[in-house]
């Protein structure tokens, strides 16, 4: 029975880094607009959050490269030293110190669980229906409505927890690795051992986590028709030890990635026009990802041992997408591979069976302490809405396409490989799979469902939903460039629901179109990547971010002009005092 019914002027679904951005972000710029922020756990911070975090774990990213561009994250408040990874544990007091910079804790309802979102019949706006959890004992439900309706609910919302087949005597916890900390002393623990289902850097996490117990061992399962293990590199690569974010972030390394919104004049635009219009400049580019990919191969001495040799990637460093993640551990994950505490296996879980033993589809048998399931998110939305059909109207993942979809998706498949060529030409195969018979095995054709389709990967493309300029999605993507992405949406955003230009000059067909030509890229752009579901940019960040800025009528260029532009590398302080811009533009 619904108890309570309210009315807000902005209501952001998501406390993490872009469901705080945003509300920050359009606080500033409108302190006098109503805004509520829901989340359904007990806190803020979302993969960050006290709950989700445990002993060791650390952001990929070092300081520097992982904080608010207006909110520095200063050395001595938060112990983090230059050149370290961060904690999880000072992410969480960083985030928590950023909304009370911010000014938007008064805004938070946490424990507030969105049950569907409804259009409202006039147009006007969104009802979400919730229920809230204010007391293990009690819930409340009830209907907010929300003139403007930002979801950032992120990509690590929802598990993915796989059925096996279990007998009734089985003992040892079953668990996804979401839940890793919260039984965090019940697995890790001496004389013990684990079995870790999954190849991400969260199996690897938790494998470390296990392995470095006194007399405890870890087994990671990699299902063989998956897409093998992860790229895991080192915080610094090539030969002259460059700091793998700063040169991800540089301009020239991006000039190696076919991307379709990215600058077509000037200096950028010649180096994109040899590189992947030219048979020389495509013979550089494949020369380039492959140099790439076995400098990180080598600086990890993957070929260097049988054991460590199976976690060599299947596929090359092209197809990486946020299949990257850089080696944050404070010893050598490798060297307990080659030392047996941690095990390999290209296998997959047949099923539970007697009181502890996991039965692999090979045959063979593993005795275990516990499994953890590092299996992955539900990629895309998790709400239901309503009426019926509203979330394809959205631009959300669905299955079966419409003929329509469909021929919009291969007219922009066409466009991306005729500009494109590389795209096609490529070896996507798995050419390191240990089993030469999954080499070349297809896998799920990208026509069989939608990905997200959002025009600017924030807003629906339907000329209805974005004349009426009520609803966006923020952080439905994938990127190395959190902060900084977050923010720069954050503006984008804000000026779209006031009603300034960012679309409204352009056609309803064009808006499709370009919709079509962006998300069609992310699917195709990397096989390992989440593309054919969600944005995958990576690599294409810095033009993805330039594309918004220029929308917002802000240069995105900032080192300079010439030379400099090229090479020199981005982080968020290059963003700095956007913020500040744009309250200037509303006076």
């Not at 200063?74 to 112990?79: A, I, P």
Request: glycine share 8%; net charge neutral.
């Amino acid at each position: 029975m619904e108890t309570a019914t309210e009315k807000a002027y902005l209501v952001v679904i998501g406390a993490g880094i872009f469901g705080l951005t945003t509300a920050h972000t359009y606080h500033r710029l409108h302190p006098e607009a109503t805004i509520v922020i829901l989340d359904s756990a007990p806190s803020i911070g979302g993969p960050w959050a006290p709950q989700r975090i445990f002993p060791g774990l650390r952001t990929n990213n070092l300081w520097g490269m992982y904080e608010h561009p207006d909110f520095p994250m200063d050395e001595t408040t938060f112990g983090v030293k230059r050149g370290e990874h961060i904690p999880a544990a000072k992410m969480f007091d960083y985030l928590t110190a950023f909304v009370e910079w911010a000014d938007i804790k008064q805004f938070l309802r946490l424990q507030t669980n969105v049950n569907f979102i409804e259009r409202v019949k006039n147009g006007k706006g969104w009802n979400l229906h919730w229920t809230a959890y204010p007391r293990p004992d009690s819930t409340l439900d009830g209907v907010l409505h929300a003139k403007k309706l930002v979801i950032a609910v992120g990509n690590t919302n929802k598990p993915v927890l796989p059925d096996y087949p279990t007998s009734k005597s089985f003992q040892p916890l079953v668990i996804h690795a979401k839940d890793f900390p919260s039984h965090y002393p019940d697995i890790v623990r001496p004389n013990s051992h684990t079995v870790i289902v999954g190849s991400g850097k969260s199996a690897w996490d938790v494998a470390y986590a296990c392995a470095t117990q006194p007399s405890a061992t870890a087994t990671i399962l990699i299902r063989p028709d998956g897409n093998g293990p992860v790229w895991m590199t080192p915080s610094h690569v090539t030969p002259l030890g460059l700091w793998l974010e700063k040169l991800v972030h540089t301009r020239f390394f991006g000039f190696m990635s076919p991307c379709p919104w990215a600058r077509t004049c000037g200096i950028e635009g010649w180096f994109r026009s040899f590189f992947h219009r030219t048979w020389p400049g495509r013979k550089i580019v494949g020369a380039f990802w492959n140099i790439l990919g076995e400098d990180a191969i080598a600086l990890n001495g993957l070929d260097n041992h049988t054991e460590t040799r199976k976690l060599r990637p299947w596929r090359g460093a092209f197809e990486v997408g946020t299949g990257l993640s850089i080696h944050n551990y404070p010893t050598n994950f490798f060297d307990l591979v080659r030392e047996g505490k941690i095990h390999v296996l290209v296998d997959e879980v047949d099923k539970l069976d007697g009181e502890n033993e996991v039965v692999l589809k090979s045959g063979d048998a593993l005795q275990t302490d516990a499994i953890v399931c590092a299996t992955g998110w539900q990629k895309g939305y998790t709400f239901r809405f309503r009426p019926e059909g509203l979330g394809k109207d959205l631009g959300v993942p669905s299955q079966h396409p419409t003929p329509d979809e469909q021929s919009l998706a291969a007219k922009s498949e066409a466009w991306l490989y005729k500009k494109f060529p590389y795209l096609k030409t490529r070896d996507t195969s798995r050419m390191h799979h240990p089993n030469p018979s999954f080499r070349y095995a297809a896998q799920q054709p990208l026509s069989d469902h939608q990905p997200y389709r959002l025009y600017r990967f924030m807003v629906p493309p339907d000329r209805g939903l974005m004349n009426g300029r009520d609803i966006a999605f923020a952080g439905a993507l994938f990127c190395l460039g959190t902060f900084p992405c977050a923010y720069i949406q954050s503006l984008w955003i804000s000026r779209f629901f006031d009603l300034r230009r960012t679309t409204q000059s352009l056609s309803s067909t064009q808006a499709l179109e370009e919709t079509y030509r962006d998300t069609q890229y992310c699917a195709l752009r990397g096989a390992m990547s989440y593309g054919s579901t969600m944005p995958d940019l990576v690599f294409d960040t810095l033009p993805y971010f330039d594309m918004l800025l220029t929308d917002l009528e802000v240069e995105g260029r900032r080192k300079g002009g010439g030379i400099r532009e090229c090479v020199k590398s981005y982080g968020p302080e290059d963003y700095r005092g956007l913020l500040d811009g744009e309250m200037g533009r509303l006076e």
